[in-house]
């Protein structure tokens, strides 16, 4: 509806998306995803949510009305494969997510023309030129924009694992980075797999 009011060429949304409008063969469907714990931590950072409030949520449960309790257990809990597979899925209880979800989350990304793993600038900006015909000679601009956009975090590595626990800004998160790791293994798993898939569609350094 939105597309046939403004004629536009672009169209951003962030929704459940009906399978039967991924239909539509004029559009070219295309979504970017992220880190799922980088994710969250910006999340976190940007909505000022502390380790404890993340801790309640997904050991206990928040007091208060199921939809709201749901909806921020899905912030914190495989939030990507709960938005793909829609409100149903979106509004269950923390840990209930398992790899039959998992699976039939690829199988929806997998009906989208694009999904690209937010790595890096260069990349994204060889892919949206070879695919989509973009022109992306406004470095400056995309920088920007990637700078605005990007989760302004330092990730470090500690014995071979990769552990998301401090920030720029110094907000430290090392004493729930078990808790969200065992609360997002199928969103890593599923990540993992965008990046494979993507990285065997447009061999592009990483």
Aim: net charge neutral.
């Amino acid at each position: 509806q939105m597309h046939s009011k403004i004629r536009s060429e672009f169209v951003s949304i962030a929704t459940f998306l009906p399978s039967g409008l991924r239909n539509c063969t004029h559009f070219f469907y295309m979504t970017i995803m992220s880190d799922p714990l980088l994710r969250i931590m910006s999340h976190m950072e940007t909505e000022g949510v502390t380790n404890e409030t993340v801790q309640r949520i997904l050991c206990q449960g928040p007091e208060m009305e199921t939809n709201k309790w749901s909806t921020q257990v899905a912030l914190f809990d495989n939030f990507y494969i709960r938005f793909l597979l829609g409100k149903d899925v979106f509004m269950l209880p923390p840990g209930a997510i398992n790899s039959t979800h998992e699976e039939i989350a690829k199988k929806v990304l997998q009906g989208f023309n694009l999904v690209v793993p937010q790595t890096n600038l260069q990349g994204v900006r060889q892919v949206l030129e070879r695919v989509l015909g973009w022109d992306t000679g406004n470095e400056q601009l995309l920088k920007r924009i990637y700078s605005q956009t990007a989760p302004k975090l330092s990730p470090k590595k500690i014995d071979g694992e990769l552990s998301i626990m401090k920030s720029n800004n110094e907000y430290d998160h090392s004493n729930i980075d078990a808790l969200l790791s065992s609360h997002n293994k199928f969103d890593v798993s599923l990540y993992q797999w965008v990046k494979n898939e993507f990285k065997n569609k447009f061999p592009i350094d990483d």
